[in-house]
């Protein structure tokens, strides 16, 4: 029984992410579906998988561990200094945690951490889901909150997402808050696992797609044949799993000639193809689904030269949404974005029972 939130206009939500390997804890202030960032802290674990190439489960979890309650101290210490205890009951409005897909292992650390503040602060628990929170991050930037929204924010329906992160790459058609179907989605990688193996095998630092980018900017995207697997296909299935054997035997041929591998144009070559295919398929979805919006989320889509094409070939009467590049990595007010209309709704889990779902498909 929650009657503070029937009269509510202005709602304080703490978000909590672990999905993966980037601690986030963020304070975003929601008013009739618009959002205000209080506060957000990302705590990255960039540097300890770096030397693996990709991230180490059992590594995060515990490092999330670790980072999880200086996390959420330092979010909430933006309003409410020192760390409130007693005085949140009336401050805090809901927590959003982020409930899966991700790591089990990880997702752990954040339900079970969110669960324990919600039954000792007494604030409702939300179970949020990662690719969600992608979806809403686009509204974590202007207009802001003085300005009332039409209660449904800036998003307008029909919508094709394209989620694009290390563990996810979907075209999604929304056609009403939380009302989701699927268009297509990949049969093996993910878009940013595609530039995080081609980069390890480059030699470049993780995450691939920031180094990647990086190197492509020096680049020739022309330089190197990429295969782009099932680009010829009329629908919204994607598959990067092919590139990578390809990108291997270029890699070995320089070996073996004893050459310098062109990194830069090699990147900017691989660059070039996963975008590409991104943009395809992304078009064909539109033509499909003739949305009013185009919402592109999630890791991959802070791209430069992604957002940058894909502005230039969607049709001029679709809106695009992006992120804000702060926002298009995993964070904690993205979490808090994503989980507000089941909020509004008191849509809320148990603190006691929620658990992780490290399958949790939006779809
Ligand atoms: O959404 P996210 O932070 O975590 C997951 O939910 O997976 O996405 C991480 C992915 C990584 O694969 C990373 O290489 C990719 O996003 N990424 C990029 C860029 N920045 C991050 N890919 C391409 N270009 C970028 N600038
Ligand atoms: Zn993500």
């Given at each position: 029984n929650?009657?503070?939130?029937?009269?509510?206009?202005?709602?304080?939500?703490?978000?909590?992410?672990?999905?993966?390997?980037?601690?986030?804890?963020?304070?975003?202030?929601?008013?009739?579906?618009?959002?205000?960032?209080?506060?957000?802290?990302?705590?990255?674990?960039?540097?300890?998988?770096?030397?693996?190439?990709?991230?180490?489960?059992?590594?995060?979890?515990?490092?999330?561990?670790?980072?999880?309650?200086?996390?959420?101290?330092?979010?909430?210490?933006?309003?409410?200094?020192?760390?409130?205890?007693?005085?949140?009951?009336?401050?805090?409005?809901?927590?959003?945690?982020?409930?899966?897909?991700?790591?089990?292992?990880?997702?752990?650390?954040?339900?079970?951490?969110?669960?324990?503040?919600?039954?000792?602060?007494?604030?409702?628990?939300?179970?949020?889901?990662?690719?969600?929170?992608?979806?809403?991050?686009?509204?974590?930037?202007?207009?802001?909150?003085?300005?009332?929204?039409?209660?449904?924010?800036?998003?307008?329906?029909?919508?094709v997402c394209l989620i694009v992160s290390g563990g996810h790459t979907e075209l999604i058609l929304m056609t009403n808050h939380g009302q989701y179907k699927l268009l297509g989605k990949t049969r093996d990688d993910a878009a940013g696992e595609a530039f995080d193996k081609s980069a390890f095998m480059l030699g470049l630092p993780y995450p691939g797609g920031p180094s990647i980018s990086k190197a492509a900017e020096k680049g020739d995207p022309q330089s190197f044949d990429i295969p782009r697997p099932m680009i010829e296909r009329d629908d919204c299935e994607f598959s990067f799993s092919g590139m990578k054997n390809a990108i291997r035997l270029i890699v070995e041929s320089y070996k073996k000639k004893r050459a310098r591998l062109p990194i830069d144009d090699l990147a900017a070559s691989i660059q070039q193809a996963i975008v590409d295919i991104l943009i395809t398929k992304?078009?064909?979805?539109?033509?499909?689904?003739?949305?009013?919006?185009?919402?592109?989320?999630?890791?991959?889509?802070?791209?430069?030269?992604?957002r940058k094409q894909l502005a230039q070939k969607l049709p001029k009467s679709i809106k695009l949404l992006t992120s804000s590049l702060k926002y298009s990595q995993d964070n904690g007010a993205m979490i808090a974005a994503g989980a507000y209309q089941r909020i509004k709704q008191k849509k809320f889990d148990s603190p006691v029972s929620l658990t992780a779902n490290a399958h949790w498909e939006l779809v």
């Open positions: 929650l009657p503070h939130l029937s009269w509510k206009t202005i709602m304080m939500i703490l978000g909590i992410e672990t999905s993966c390997d980037d601690t986030g804890a963020a304070l975003v202030e929601a008013k009739h579906g618009a959002f205000r960032v209080r506060s957000n802290v990302i705590i990255s674990q960039a540097k300890l998988h770096n030397k693996y190439g990709g991230v180490v489960p059992e590594l995060a979890a515990r490092n999330h561990l670790k980072n999880i309650i200086p996390a959420i101290d330092q979010a909430l210490a933006s309003r409410f200094s020192p760390l409130p205890r007693g005085r949140l009951r009336g401050g805090l409005d809901a927590i959003a945690v982020t409930a899966g897909p991700g790591l089990v292992t990880s997702l752990h650390v954040g339900v079970e951490t969110a669960k324990t503040l919600s039954l000792a602060w007494g604030v409702p628990l939300v179970g949020a889901n990662h690719m969600e929170g992608h979806i809403y991050s686009v509204l974590l930037t202007p207009p802001p909150l003085s300005r009332r929204g039409s209660g449904g924010g800036a998003l307008t329906f029909p919508a992304s078009l064909i979805a539109v033509a499909k689904a003739k949305p009013k919006i185009f919402i592109l989320a999630g890791g991959v889509a802070a791209n430069a030269e992604l």
